[in-house]
């Protein structure tokens, strides 16, 4: 239960950070689609210019984050929830990585005809986040969860980049 509650902690202050890109990348999706549709080499160009800008805030934020995680547990938790910044510190990265999986699923995969891979990449990294899970968790607890979950986030990057470089070869 305890440990409940420390990857709560830390998945909520992550998804706060996340909510930051997740308008811009929406905002992007109609100009995306008529590029790909109309000039399809526009529609790089603009994915390429979407992630430049995107993320190297976002990495900078979550650098931060890593940093002050103590701060960030202290206000928001308490001192009861002190154990959850090492949780906080590994998840950090998670939002870097689901920027860049949005860009990929929403703006590239959608658009260029790739958007019938997304359930079964989902469904792979569901799967793979099942499979760490239970060992992660047995021996690391909250840490472990917090492991599983950047592997699976990585892993489903790694896919999309796969699905992706497969279709334009």
């Not at 890593?66 to 939002?95: N, Q």
């Amino acid at each position: 239960e305890t440990a409940v509650g420390l990857y709560s902690l830390s998945a909520r202050i992550l998804a706060t950070i996340q909510a930051f890109a997740i308008p811009f990348t929406q905002s992007v999706f109609p100009r995306a689609s008529h590029l790909f549709a109309e000039h399809p080499e526009s529609g790089w160009i603009l994915v390429r210019r979407v992630l430049k800008l995107l993320l190297p805030v976002m990495t900078v934020i979550c650098l931060l984050v890593a940093i002050a995680a103590p701060l960030f547990v202290h206000i928001l938790g308490g001192k009861e929830y002190a154990d959850a910044v090492t949780s906080l510190r590994i998840m950090s990265i998670v939002p870097v990585l689901i920027t860049v999986d949005k860009v990929l699923s929403e703006i590239v995969m959608v658009n260029v005809g790739l958007s019938e891979q997304l359930p079964r990449i989902y469904m792979i990294i569901g799967a793979i986040n099942l499979i760490l899970l239970w060992p992660l968790i047995h021996f690391y607890v909250v840490n472990g969860a917090a492991v599983s979950l950047v592997v699976s986030e990585a892993v489903a990057l790694l896919l999309m980049f796969y699905s992706i470089k497969k279709m334009l070869r």
